[in-house]
């Protein structure tokens, strides 16, 4: 019993680990190729969500 719980944990914590890393990263290590991509896709969405 112990050591599933200390699966579920572990997975469950890398899980939160890089969601985490996927969305503070980009902030951390604030890049202006990256910031120059993220207002292009964001453009992309507004564009989207205006055709519908």
């Known amino acids: 019993m112990n050591n599933r719980v200390l699966v579920t944990f572990l997975l469950t ?3 939160v ?3 985490l890393g996927i969305a503070f990263l980009p902030k951390l290590f604030n890049k202006p190729i990256e910031n120059v991509n993220n207002s292009v896709v ?3 969405i507004e564009k989207q969500v205006t055709d519908f």
């Open 13 to 15: 914590f890398f899980i």
């Open 17 to 19: 680990a890089i969601f």
């Open 42 to 44: 964001n453009e992309n």
